[in-house]
Every structure is written in C-alpha cells, then in structure tokens.
C-alpha cells in the first residue's frame, strides 16, 4: 500500500517552513506602519504600543510553554501556537477597532512566541541538534528577508489588511502539519548525544517517515513549580540575559544601521537599504554554513560561539575605528554573518543547562525574556542616538559584543558538560 503524501514529510520540514511564516511575519511589520499610522489616524508613539502589547505576549508564551508541552506535548502545544497565530491573523485582516488592533497585537505575540519556543525545543531534542537549530533560525532569516517585499508588492494592489489576512491564512496548512507528521504521545525519556558532538549519519529535513517528538515524561511539579525552579537554575538565568542582550544587539544594529549609514557617512537611501539586506543575508548565512564548518573542525557549541563572539566584537570595532562608508558597510555585512549562530546555538545547549525535565521551560525561558532585550536595547541606541549622535552605534555595539562575551562564559562555567539527567 502506497503511503500518503503528507506521512513522508518530515515534521523537521515543517518547523523550517514555519519558521519562515514567523520571519515574513516580523519582516512586514516595518513596512505596515505608515499605512497603519494613516489608517487609525494615529502618532509615531501611540502605533509603538503594538511593540509593547506583541512582546508582553511572546514572554508570556515563552513562560507557560514548558509547561503545556508536558501537559499536552509537542504536537498539541504546535498546534495550539499555530491556531492562536491563525485566529490573530484573521481577527487583523477585518481591520479592528485600534485597541482591538493593540489587544489582538498580544494574541499574536503568544501564538508567534509558542511555536518558537515548541519549535527550539523539539529540535534542541534531536541528534545534530546544533546544525538543524541553525538551519531553523536561518530559515527566519530567509523570511525576513522576503516580508518586505511581499508586503511592499501586496500594498501596490491591496489595503494592509490583506497582507495579515494572507499571514494567517498562510498558518493553516502549517496547523495540519503539526497534526499530520508529530504523533500525539511522546515517548519515555531517552539518552541523546550531547548538543556538541555530532552523531555519524545524516539526518533528514524534507522527506522520512513521520518522527517522534521526545521529551521527557510529565513530572510531579506543576507548571508553575517548574518555571519557578528553572528560574532558581543560575545558567538558565545567566542563559536569559545572554540571548535578552544578543536579540537586543541584533535588533538595534537592524533598526539604527540605516539611519547611521544615511546620516554619519552620507550614503544614499538605496545603498544604505541594501546595506541593512546584507546584515540580514549575512545573518542567514552565518546560519547556514558557521557548524557545518565547525563541526567538520571538530570545535565544540560553546567554542564555535566563543569564535562568533570574537567575530561579532572585530566587526563592531572596525566600524567604528575605520569610519569609511565602505569598511563600514562590509562590517555591518560580517557582523551579521558572526551574529547568526549564536541565538540557536545557545538553544542546543539548553539541555546542559538544567535537568531534562526542565528543559522545555528553561528553552522557554530563554526564548520570552530575549524578546525583552530586543525592546530595550534598541529604544536606548535611540535614546544615545538622539541625545549624542548616530556616530553612537558602533561604539553601543562594541560594548554589548564584549558584554555579550563576559556572560557567555559564566553561561559555560555553569553548564554541565553533557545534557543533565532527569533523576
């Protein structure tokens, strides 16, 4: 008997192509805005509280998914992000009123957040969990780079509505997928290879039978007892503040490398908007080739990242003591490139940093809090940007990267050296 098309996708196909969604759909949100602005009638200011309301929804995601994934497991926690992401897509498409637009800007950011975190912590669970969590956050990257040009070509027919009304409906066959490739009853807790060391045989990505999604048996505690002891985890903490100040460095250096290539070096706004592509390409790349390369070189997780960090401070250093337009676009371009593995890299090695049961909350955990260093570091570059001068960037960005490296190694110092027994 033949089997079905859907049953020879693999689920590990389907958390790429949702990670695709989730970049299209934070890709198009800078290109919404004015025609949101003009549509409500509102400031600057007042359309900022969507930011606030989406990112209040992402931690809170972030903070109950460890629990529903050992209450309802993978497949149902998937498709109950998806389904959240379906409704707030939809609900946008008919144009609420605006305090419905911010409040559905909260459903939005927990359907997003759910399946970003359910996503990082099925694969962080998986052989080559390193090289399949890069290859999933390269796959945002790819989104995020087409967001704007769907958005830019749907707005030329279509109020912006539409595009969230295509979002949504965009989420539906991904749903499905969750159902159809996950099975629903996970099995018991097993051995797995530590996140560093790279299993012999490949694994596949786009066709196979449908894989299960292991994690570890439901404990005793409850949801709640679970969050509050992976908060009492010194790495997990120290896991947090390194991904808050890693989103935060990312996310400023993508919002304030246009306005400081404009305005402290003169470049056009078509070179300078190329310029932003390529820190977002390079960030995509590194993704894509930093450990397949060092896994052939046989570096660790924590060394490979060790290296990117190095790469990240070279970079920001250069663009700052080598003030040429030139230099300065080529380091934007290799400081995306050093950045990329670094936030899923640090999600492989969730498991080290807690024990087993614990680990799709603290992965939860570290996904929601990141959210909140992308709002705060990004409004103080502006805030320095403002009082002192855009010249400010690179030397913001300097001090996050060695900031960046301090914590990284007090994560690794508290880390153990292979993933943690549940006992």
Known sequence: MSVPRWARVSPVGVAYAAFILIGVSAGVGGVLLPAQIRDYGVDKAVIGTTFFAFSAGFLLAGSTSGALIHRFGIRTSLAVGGGVFVVAGLYTAVRPPFL?????????????????????????DLPRARTLLNRLHAFFGVGALAGPLLATWMLRHLPWTAVWLALGLACLPLVAGFVLTLRAHPPAPRERAPADVAPAGPVSTSTGPALTAPIPAAPAATGGGMLGTALREPAVLLGAVFLAVYVGLEVGVGNWAFTFLVDEHGQSDLVA????????????????????????????????????????????????????????????????????????????????MTTARLVPTAIGVLNGVSVIGGAVFPWLA??????????????????????????????????????????
């Open 100 to 124: 419905a637009f911010v409040a559905v800007q909260v459903v939005a950011g927990y359907g997003t957040g759910l399946m970003e975190s359910v996503l990082n912590t099925y694969l962080a």
């Open 273 to 352: 908007g190329y310029t932003v592509s390529g820190y977002w390409l390079g960030l995509a790349l590194g993704r894509f080739l930093i450990s397949p390369a060092a896994t052939r070189l046989g570096w660790t997780a924590t060394g490979m990242t060790f290296a990117c960090l190095a790469g990240v401070t070279a970079s920001a250093a250069l663009t700052w003591l080598a003030p040429v337009p030139a230099v300065a676009a080529v380091s934007l371009v290799l400081l995306g490139f050093w950045l990329g593995p670094v936030f899923p890299t640090t999600m492989a090695v969730t498991p080290r």
């Open 382 to 423: 502006g805030v320095f940007a403002e009082g002192m001068g855009v010249w400010t960037l690179p030397p913001f960005t300097l001090t996050l990267a060695l900031l960046l490296t301090v914590v990284w190694g007090l994560v690794v110092a508290r880390m153990a050296a292979t993933p943690r027994s549940s006992v």
